[in-house]
């Protein structure tokens, strides 16, 4: 039987959308019991010379600098630019009932969040968001370790995610550090959004935090030589309560000395612990307080055909997927959504609660104050 074919279009190919582009050829392969076929059809980027050299090289059929053009011409779209361009490309995609996938932030701040929700809740479409570590296998692995009760009552969580790309103060300004593009957040928006998506998945909701942020480097310069300030924050901690009992505490740094993809977290409960690096993929640390005491310790469980859907790239066990195949998964969990017309998490809902949650964060820090989330 031949199948429906789903035309993609990704708008911005930068770093994420190459990312993305390599998914949407893989999806299909990688995941043949898809309902539909992802095709990657028509790429759009600034200009039509950069759109056609992307199209080229990553693959589309075509190429515009017209993202109107691409909404009016697929099914579904993966929105790859910067904050500035999320909530305009969205309301426009949800009017025309495209599928959406969107990458984090989502819009510029809290508040177009919502509209892009309202939008989409008003339409027929699917969307999704691209909190890539969220659907890692192991990562999944743990959440269903602590829904068989195997950590017990949960206690705490202590995430962070650091990296270094900023860490170097002369490094060149862009448009992460300015918030009418990047939106209000700094590396809380970039970084603490994926570290935040996990800590709720694990533990609920967060319904206080107390929080500071710091701008280390103030002003850089762009790539013209001329000084500009640095609009938002480098680095952001708080501590939070979740509603559910447990508690918390969350970093993340843009400045961090030698941490390439530092998302890591521990989550102790009662019964057991649990821990994960994203610089190790493929492992998950667990801890159980029932193993005899000559053999207790943390043990090291590697990725194999357990933990879906791994074995659909590789049947043998702990050969590991990387950052690229986890947006294949993203894709592939993205077109069964569509195909059975149900949600696809983490969606819009969990980026507008991330969203109010890291708001929240820079309030308390202004206010020098615990801030309740209602
Ligand atoms: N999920 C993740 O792990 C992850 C990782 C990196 C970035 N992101 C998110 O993805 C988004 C893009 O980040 P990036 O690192 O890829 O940025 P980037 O600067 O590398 O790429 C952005 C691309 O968008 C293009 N673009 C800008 N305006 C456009 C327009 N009007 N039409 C078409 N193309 C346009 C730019 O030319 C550029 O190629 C951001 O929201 C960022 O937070 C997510």
């Known amino acids: 039987m031949i199948k429906k074919k789903l035309k993609f279009g990704l708008i911005g190919a930068g770093f994420i959308g190459r990312t993305h582009a390599f998914a949407l050829q893989a999806a299909g392969r990688v995941f043949p019991d898809l309902e539909y076929f992802p095709v990657a059809h028509m790429l759009c980027e600034l200009t039509p010379a950069l759109a056609e050299k992307a199209a080229r090289r990553l693959g589309f059929e075509e190429a515009t600098d017209d993202w109107r ?5 697929v099914d579904a779209i993966v929105l790859a630019t910067p904050s500035q361009l999320h909530r305009e490309i969205a309301l426009y995609a949800f009017a025309s009932d495209k599928h959406l996938l969107c990458e984090k932030p989502v819009g510029l701040n809290t508040q177009e969040v919502e509209q892009i929700r309202a939008a989409a809740k008003r339409s027929k479409s699917c969307h999704a968001v691209g ?25 705490h969580f202590s995430g962070r995610h650091d990296e270094d790309y900023l860490a170097d103060p002369s490094g ?20 603490g959004y994926h570290i935040l998506c996990i800590g709720r998945m694990l533990c609920g909701e967060v319904s206080r935090v107390c929080g500071l942020a710091e701008t280390f480097h103030s002003e850089r310069k762009d790539a013209g030589g001329v000084l500009r300030t640095v609009e938002n924050e480098d680095y952001a901690a708080f501590v939070a309560r979740f509603t559910a009992g447990s508690v918390g505490n969350f970093e993340s740094s843009r ?71 986890l947006k294949t998964i993203e894709i592939g969990q993205f077109v069964s959504a569509i195909a059975e017309q149900r949600a696809c998490l983490p969606d819009l809902d969990d980026a507008y609660a991330i969203s109010r949650i890291c708001e929240a964060v820079l309030q308390s820090n202004a206010e020098q104050r615990w801030v309740t989330l209602t």
């Open 172 to 191: 060149a300004f862009t448009w992460r550090q300015e918030s009418k593009v990047a939106g209000q957040f700094g590396v809380l928006g970039d970084l």
């Open 69 to 73: 053009k691409l909404v009016d011409a």
């Open 255 to 325: 400045v961090a000395r030698g941490s390439k993809q530092n998302l890591s977290f521990e989550l102790v409960g009662e019964a057991g612990a649990i821990r994960f690096g994203a610089e190790r993929l493929n492992e998950l640390q667990f801890y159980s307080a029932g193993d005899d005491s000559s053999s207790e310790g943390f043990r090291n469980i590697l990725i194999n055909a357990a933990h879906k859907p791994y074995d659909s790239f590789i049947p043998a066990p702990g050969h590991g997927l990387g950052f690229n195949d």
């Open 131 to 155: 909190f890539t570590y969220a659907r890692a296998p192991m990562v999944i692995f743990a959440k269903r370790m602590v829904e068989e009760g195997k950590l017990g009552r949960l206690l």
